[in-house]
């Protein structure tokens, strides 16, 4: 039955959730602090809340989570990861404390969502937008999370994946922002790297029932170039 004719609810829906940074981890909370009094000092502005984001999709064929967070373990197949990245420091990435995953987790938990300070709003009810959501976040980028490796003009995070999905999956998250007296950093960059890159061409769909194996961390650095002098390479 239509959604149109009023007569039941949408068979879609894609909702944003905004959760306060460190909620549950009082390291991420203090250390996210000292952060933003630090950028707001640097930019001559109050101090703001900051806050992590995570999406939620429900189906007919069933409902997902979508979120950056640490690596746990390695049993990310469990969780629906779909790719890696590395943390702060490249190199550093092969160790799992330093790494990253993408989920996209088919009946999964966001821990934090009910914690005090969160919200919650409705993206979109379109099942097709839903879905190509769920198709898109695959070919995410993995640059290291924290630095600026793609140019953006602030880090890499998980808001970062969170507004480069929605903007790639046809969503304006360029005009959506966190709660008011709010600030959520990355969010910008993903909505940049987002509108920068040319869309992928079709592909078959990723598997939603049996997550692939994560795809790696991208080397986002530039190959060095030879010298050369007038007669030639030099040797």
């Known amino acids: 039955m239509s ?14 959730h905004w959760i306060p940074l460190g909620a549950g981890a009082n390291v991420v909370r203090v250390s996210g602090r000292l952060y933003e009094s630090l950028s707001a000092w640097i930019g001559r502005r109050r101090p703001q809340n900051l806050f992590h984001s995570a999406l939620t999709l429900s189906l007919p064929e069933g409902r997902y989570t979508i979120e950056q967070t640490p690596v746990p373990d390695l049993r990310g197949e469990l969780r629906g990861v779909v790719a890696e990245g590395p943390v702060a420091i490249r190199c550093a990435g092969r160790l799992r404390h330093f790494r990253y995953e993408v989920r996209c987790w088919r009946d999964g938990t966001i821990p934090d969502l009910q914690c005090p300070g969160s919200h919650s709003q409705l993206v979109t009810s379109d ?102 002098t007038r007669g030639g390479t030099v040797r």
């Open 127 to 228: 099942a097709p937008t839903a879905r190509l959501i769920l198709d898109t976040l695959a070919t995410v980028p993995t640059p290291t999370w924290g630095r600026d490796e793609l140019r953006a003009g602030e880090m890499w995070n998980s808001n970062s994946v969170i507004a480069w999905v929605l903007t790639r999956s046809g969503i304006e998250a360029r005009l959506i922002a966190p709660p008011a007296g709010g600030r959520a950093p990355g969010w910008a960059a993903g909505c940049v790297v987002a509108r920068r890159d040319p869309r992928p061409s079709p592909r078959e769909p990723t598997s939603r029932t049996h997550p692939r194996s994560p795809r790696p961390a991208e080397d986002t650095t530039e190959p060095a170039r030879r010298p050369t």
């Open 3 to 16: 959604d149109r004719d009023g007569s039941a609810g949408p068979s879609a829906s894609v909702e944003l």
